[in-house]
């Protein structure tokens, strides 16, 4: 290689292309079939690391190597040289902001180029993880948390890969099917509610009306035995930065989520806006200690009995645990923790 093309091409001290800067060979690039469930699986979910694509491939496609898939995802962010005039794949620079980003799995999305190679495909898909996103762009503030909501959904979803019995269902359906009133234009999904509480802090009854949208929806289709199929659907929470604890409902925090979804409970909000039979609200954070407190805060609204609706689990989180060290847990297999009940297992029927 000339010393001009070294300076086109910058590379680290081991002699390999610079991570998240588009260094093209000149490799010419043409889609194989693995290549478009590759796209097309970005398609569905905003942000997806590595290992997590690789898991979602169908086992047909997916090749002994993952080695070499690794290389190929290389070689579709950087190369250039395509019939749709550049990189299929994006790689979101906020990832850089990890203390472990150079040890973690690569962080991927669909590029414009990707889109077009799709639209062109006529390959159309339900995308799992932007309900409820007004702004379908990631900023820098909200990338952590988007990629929570696609952490949690992408390992439910591999999960019922394994099984036999269980199919995943994704929120676009739920509403085609549902033909629900609690969403709006774009399929945001919007639920009215009215919550009220005396905080110890103050003698005063708080109110406040407003509508709640969950970072997540999804259902899962159980086959029995019998072959008789059941359903149970979720709303998704990812709790990174949010106060459980508040002395007043203005403002964000968990305690109002808790009081947001059990006037959805109780009054039946989940069946007449949405069409659904059940609900089970999942919520996923950085750690046992937090799960801890939003427990306590379950307890504080609903009493020492607790409730049974209300599904705890952590998870590794981008820039705050070494996923290199933990992974991502199997979210469909492993126990959720429940407030004063024993722990739930969504794969069980």
Known sequence: MSATEQRRYPKDSLGRR????RTPSGKRIVLTARDVEILTILKRYRFLRSTTLWQLLPEGLRGRSFKRFQDRLT????????????AYLDWPVQQRQSFDARYSPSI???STAGKAALDELGIEVDNVTDLGMKDKRSSTKDFAHVLMICDTLSSIEIGTKKTTNIRFIPWPEILRKARPTGCRQGGIVSLPVTISCRFNTSRVLQR????LEPDGLFGLEYEHPTGRKLYRFFALEAERRNKVHTASLRGSSYVKKILAY????ENGIYKTELGLPNLLILTVTL????IRTMKEAVTSIYGPKGSPNFLFHSIPVHGEISMQLNGLPDLLSDPWERAEY???YVNLI
């Open 18 to 21: 610079l991570r998240g800067r």
């Open 75 to 86: 070689d579709l962010f950087h190369e250039t040289r395509t019939p749709h005039e550049g």
């Open 108 to 110: 991927y999305a669909l």
């Open 208 to 211: 406040q009306s407003f509508n």
């Open 262 to 265: 059990r006037y959805i409970l």
């Open 287 to 290: 750690n046992s200690a937090r």
């Open 342 to 344: 024993g722990p739930f």
